[in-house]
Structure formats: structure tokens, C-alpha cells
């Protein structure tokens, strides 16, 4: 669909792709978080798969659209999810299973897409997929879905606070260490800005994409 040469699917197609995989990022850890005796996310609204219940304004909003303005990968973040240790049954083990939550949605999420993918690729030749009003939608929202999901993950899963990754590592951790991962908690976003800036993020990311790419052709 194009409107004033603008191609409305190129745009709203990765935007709402984007609010899809951070509600359901979002909601798996309120979820799990209210599985294991902290109902704080539950009672904020936060299990539901409403991006508006999830939307952080400059992460979820500004920052994507930027993205897309300067030509670069779709990218975003939503709300995070309180949670009140206090109130799990086993803290350590259980703030553990409440950050992997996220990232392994993304996953499930990504295979969903793939799986949509191979269906569709494997049924209908290149050239009727892109003439197709219907399916060619489905098939770009799998696309990007697929691809965007895994990056969700990956990058969630780094063990750099506040990411889940580090949370997951001070969950197996000895106590003393995981105490002083605390400590560069406040650092955090510093610690975010060198880790993309430097390119380490690309070095880790690129290769998995080149072999998801592979998985859906």
C-alpha cells in the first residue's frame, strides 16, 4: 500500500511487528512473575497482550521510528516489569525463571515465524507470494517477526545490567559475585551505550542472523 510515495506496509509492517513481540516479551515475565507468587505485574495490567499496556514512550515509540528514519534496523524496548522478590517463594531461583521468560517468548515467537515462513515458501512460488494481497502481508510479518524476535532475544540475553541476561547470571552465580554485579547496576546504561557502540553487539548478533537466514529459506 503506498500513500504520497510512501509505502505504508514498509513502515506500519515492522511497527506493529515491534509492539507485538515486546507486549508478549513484557507480558511472559508478568506472567511468570505472578506463577510464582508475585502477583505485582498482574495487578498493573501488565499480563495482556495490549502494546498500550506495555509502551514506553521513547523505547517503544520515538526510537523505532528514528531507526527507520536514519535507514537502520527496527529496534525498541517497552516498560520493564516491576517485580517484588519479596513475595516469591524461592527469590534467587525464581527471579531467574521470571528474566529468561522474556527472551525465550521472543524465541518461541521467532520459530512461530519461521515455521509461517516455510509453509508459505514451500507452497507457493516467489513470484505468486509477492502478487498474492493476502499472503504477501502474512509472509512480511514473518519476515520480519522471525528476524526481529531473534534480536530481541539475543540482545536480552547478554548478561549487561539491567538486561534479563544478568539476571539470569546472578541467578547461578555464587551469592558474593552476584552481589557485586549489583554494584554495576548504576552503570548500566553505560555500560549498553559501549557495548553497542563498540560493535561487540554486531560480532555476537551476525552470525546467528546469517544462520536463521539460512533456516528460512
Known amino acids: 500500500m503506498n500513500l504520497g510515495g510512501i509505502d505504508l506496509s514498509a513502515l506500519l509492517t515492522p511497527l506493529a511487528v515491534l509492539f507485538v513481540s515486546l507486549s ?3 507480558s511472559a515475565h508478568a506472567w511468570t512473575a505472578d506463577q510464582l507468587g508475585d502477583p ?3 495487578s498493573l495490567g501488565r499480563v495482556s497482550l495490549n502494546p498500550v499496556a506495555h509502551i514506553d514512550p521513547m523505547g517503544t515509540v ?4 528514528l531507526g527507520m528514519a536514519i535507514g537502520g534496523s527496527i529496534f525498541g524496548w517497552a516498560k520493564p516489569v516491576p517485580v517484588n522478590t519479596a513475595r516469591l517463594r524461592n527469590p534467587r531461583k525464581d527471579h531467574l525463571l521470571i528474566a529468561a521468560a522474556g527472551p525465550v517468548s521472543n524465541i ?5 515465524c519461521l515455521a509461517g515462513l516455510k509453509v508459505i515458501t514451500l507452497s507457493m512460488d516467489p513470484w505468486a507470494i509477492q502478487e498474492h494481497p493476502l499472503v ?3 509472509f512480511l510479518m514473518c519476515q520480519t517477526g522471525l528476524f526481529l524476535n531473534v534480536i530481541l532475544a539475543v540482545f536480552n540475553l547478554l548478561p549487561v545490567p539491567p538486561l534479563d541476561g544478568s539476571w539470569i547470571l546472578a541467578g ?3 551469592s558474593n559475585l552476584a552481589a557485586a554485579m549489583d554494584q554495576i547496576r548504576p552503570y548500566s546504561f553505560i555500560l549498553l551505550i559501549a557495548l553497542l557502540l563498540s560493535g561487540v553487539f554486531g560480532m555476537i548478533l551476525n552470525p ?3 544462520f ?4 528460512a529459506l
Not at 520515538?62 to 521510528?65: A, M, Q, S
Not at 518461541?108 to 512461530?112: F, S
Not at 536463521?212 to 533456516?215: A, E, M, T
Open 24 to 26: 508478549v516479551h513484557e
Open 40 to 42: 505485582t505485574g498482574r
Open 62 to 65: 520515538v526510537f523505532p521510528l
Open 108 to 112: 518461541v515467537l521467532a520459530g512461530v
Open 136 to 138: 504477501y502481508p502474512v
Open 172 to 174: 547461578v552465580l555464587p
Open 208 to 210: 546467528i542472523l546469517r
Open 212 to 215: 536463521v537466514g539460512r533456516l
